[in-house]
């Protein structure tokens, strides 16, 4: 029988390819600016580097595949090895960074922010379209991949940022 979360990852990597190439034709028909242009290309990269890391295991203050992640550790690593940037080691100074984005125009490679430890943006993940998002939950856990409609994580939704390549 195969890996549930090989099956799992995999059924959000072929959600997010479809919605990478409804994006890349719609650059084609409408050229958006360069950035947007760039990040859309850099969506599938990131969105591939991320679901690399499922199964990894989760590490408070914890920065690599080889020791684990926690949630800003993983994100901050997706995107220095997928697009050579680099983020704050915190959710909350990563909420600061880049461009809000509005829920109903989330894209893949988006960050995705919660509210899980009582305090706003506490949590940070990758969304990879279709309201789902993958990240580093906490201690005993490790990097998966998670639907954001399901209860706990729409009620402590707090807002997503779009990060830009200059």
């Known amino acids: 029988m195969a890996n549930p ?21 719609r650059v084609q028909q409408d050229p958006p600016p360069s950035f947007l242009a760039r990040a859309t ?4 990269t990131l969105v591939m580097s991320a679901l690399e890391l499922v199964g990894i295991r989760y590490r408070r203050g914890g920065t690599s595949p080889e020791t684990g992640f926690d949630c800003s550790g993983f994100v901050d690593h997706v995107f220095r090895e997928g697009l050579g940037m680099i983020l704050p080691h915190n959710a909350s100074a990563m909420s600061k960074s880049g461009e809000k984005v509005a829920k109903e125009e989330l894209q893949p490679g988006d960050l995705v922010f919660f509210n899980t430890m009582r305090h706003a943006f506490s949590h940070v993940g990758i969304y990879l379209g ?8 906490a201690s005993g856990g490790e990097v998966r991949v998670e639907d954001m409609t399901v209860p706990y994580w729409a009620k402590r939704f707090n807002g997503a940022r779009r990060m830009t390549v200059d």
């Open 5 to 25: 979360k090989i099956i799992q990852a995999a059924v959000a990597l072929a959600a997010c390819l479809s919605m990478s190439a409804l994006a890349d034709e």
């Open 41 to 44: 290309s850099g969506a599938s």
């Open 130 to 137: 279709e309201n789902r998002f993958v990240h580093a939950p």
